[in-house]
Every structure is written in C-alpha cells, then in structure tokens.
C-alpha cells in the first residue's frame, strides 16, 4: 500500500469512527436496543465501494450485518472479522461533553463507543472499503460480521447468528475481534501490547430471600430483607483465592521478568502495581469474582415484604466454574434460593500459531519496541458464541496509547474517547496483519 493509500485510509477511518459515533445504538438491556440505523449506515458504506453485504434482523429494531470477502486461497479456512454495533447508555449530565458528539478534541476522538467498540469497528470497515478501492485481495477469506446486543449478552446478536444463521460461518476457523492488541505502559517503560487468548466465564445469578409478610412496626424474626442483607454481604465480602490460568502464567511471568520481580502464583497480585490503569480489570483475572449488583424487595416502608431480590455478577477463570459454583452455595447457605439468570463459558487458547504470529509481527511492525503477550480478560466477547462452532477467536484490535492514558477506566465509562494517533497506529498494524494472517 502507498503512503497516500494509507493516509487514505486513515482519514476514512477517523471520518467512519466519528459518523458511527453520532448515530446512538444504544442497549439498555432485557431486548431493549436498537441497531437499525448504525446497521443500515455500515450497510451503506460497504455499498459505495461495491461491497455487497446482508442485513440480518434479528429481533425489533436489532438488525447484524454480514460481508464475504473472497481470498486468494478460497480451499484454506477463512478468517471472521467481527465488531458489534451497540453502546451502553450514557449519562449526558455526568459527561463534560455530549457523549455523541464524535468530534476532535486535544488529540481524542470523543464519544460513546470510541474504545468499545466503534473504534474496531471503523478499523475494519475502512479496511475492507480500501481493498475494495485499490483491488486489494486477501490471503484468506475474510467474513465480516457486525453484530448486534454484545453489551447485553448477545441474544440478538452473536449468539442468535451462531442458533439461527450456522451456515454463514461454514468454511472459517479462527477470528479476530475487540479488546486486544492495545498498548500498556509498565514499570521501566516497556510498551507492552495486550492480545486476548483468555475471557472468563459469566454466571449472573438472582437470589431469592423467603420470609414472613407483616407490618413495619411488628418485631419480625423471619424478615427476607434481612436474609438477603445476610446473603450478600457475605457474597460482596468473600476473599477469593488466587489462582493460576496458563495465560495467567505467560501474562504476569512476563511482567516479571520485564520488571526484575518473581512471580508467585499464589500472588500475582503482588505484579499489579507495575501496570498502573490497567491494574483494574487484571486485577480480577488472578480469581473468580462475584459482586452484587441490583437489589429489589418491598413496595411500602411500613410493609415487610415476603420476599427480595438480588442479582449477583459472577465471572469464574477458565477451569474454575464449580469453585464459583460451589462457593456461592455455600456462602448464601439455607438463607435463599439460587437462580442462573444467564450463563456463557470461560475460554482460553494457546498463545501460539501462525495467526498469534501475525499479530505479533503486526504489533512489532509498527512498534519494535513493543511486546506483545497474551491476557485474560475479566469480561467477554462475541467470541463466546463463535467458539460454539468450533472457531478460535483473538481479541485483536490495536491501538498504541499514551502511557498516561487510563484506558480501562474508558470502558462504559465516563468521557469515553480514543486517540487519533492511536486509530492510526491501529489501521496501520491491521493492514500488516491481513496481509500475512
């Protein structure tokens, strides 16, 4: 590609990011999203570069958007290139600007899904839409796949894809998608750049409390807000212990050794405080986590309920569902009842290969200096549903950030942006990527 193809193509990207911003597809949950305009724009500019592409609907208003593109070696298994159109809600008021503006500011491209993940998003389109300009043609076939619902669990999206639509992803055995390949500034000033291989396994659990109605003012001893108050606050303050993962052990044995320091596997902790922001979600990558996040009893001050309520996010390592199973059990004892709201599979695969080659090798092309390895990711992806099919999927995505920058704060986060230097760095490191994957 020529140095004016690829400026090119930055612009294009910067352009993409900006206008996907601007159009609020919004999931709030339990069905309540809307995909249809953000899908019907990437519809249309696969459309003005001559790419055909299918628009699935998948439910009201939730609509996924498929693109085949033909490699040059058609008898090798393809590659899935994979996005997803929605966005968390967010709050204008706590925002100090409007959270779909998409504009340029200090360096930062601003807005709702500028990290997660219309950033990967754009980096994708924009890549594809310049091939088709110049004639490019992969080594591989390549299915691009815009998904819907991935902030609510992917019933309209990936998972409805994989139930209702299998045949589309005949022929492709392995994927690429979000939340890997950005950079992260350690102790001594190493770049590291974070590829997926690992996501933990989701177990949202409600718990039911029983006891005896009555009035507010009576002595109560079978009251079930006090039960459940008993049940979650043993939940919210269990220490859980620490365990190692294989990529678990590539991940921190790396920081250690980059920063002098061993690595304990009954303390990986001990390496967090070397990767600053990033300390957030790696944080809860060394042990299963269970945190209570919504309560509900009563209707009346003066009335005791005969029940409550609480819904408990549950994320287990790979290899350690039953210890979070059995944990909870033991924790919320004959106090309440257990129910599995939604449940999806830890993954974990090797940091080896020639697509993790490629990666790498895309990561050092742009910069020597970096250091790509592999981690665990504390939350999940639509590879969850990919791997029901057999496929390996990569979180790979790549941006080199500021080492200021907390990134992982930016996640659902308030003032969510990315910067422009950052989109380019990506757009560059992906072109290198397809070229050789």
Known sequence: MSANQMTDLEEDCINILRELIQIPSVNYGEGKGDEEAVAKYVVAKLAEVGIESEL????????????????????????????????VPANAADWSFDPFCGEIKDGYILGRGAVDMKDGDAMFLSIVRSWARTGYVPPRNILLIFFAD???????????????????????????S??????????GGHRLYFIET????????ELTAHGTAGHGSFINDDNAVTKLSRVISRIGSHVWPQRETATGAKFFGKIAELTGETYDPANASSLLKHIGGAARMMGATVQNTANPSMLNAGYKANVIPG????????????????ELEETIRQLVGDDASIHVQVRDKALEVDFSGPLVEAMSAAILSQDPQGVPV????????DNKALSDLGIVGYGFSPLRLPAELDFFALFHGVDERVPVEGLKFGVRALVNFFENC
């Open 56 to 87: 699935i609907e998948s439910g009201p208003k939730r609509f996924n958007v498929v693109a085949r593109i033909a490699g040059r070696d058609t008898n090798r298994p393809g590659l899935v290139v994979h996005g997803h159109l929605d966005v």
């Open 150 to 176: 991935e902030e609510a669990g992917s019933t309209y999206g990936s998972h409805w894809m994989v139930e209702n639509r299998p045949e589309i992803f005949v022929g492709y055995s392995e994927a690429i």
């Open 178 to 187: 979000e939340v890997g390949g950005f950079s992260v500034t350690i102790t």
């Open 198 to 205: 690992a996501e933990k396994g989701i177990q949202w659990l």
């Open 307 to 322: 029940s409550a309520t609480a819904v408990v996010d549950g994320r287990f390592l790979p290899g350690f569902e039953h």
């Open 374 to 381: 592999p981690y665990l990711m504390s939350g999940g992806t």
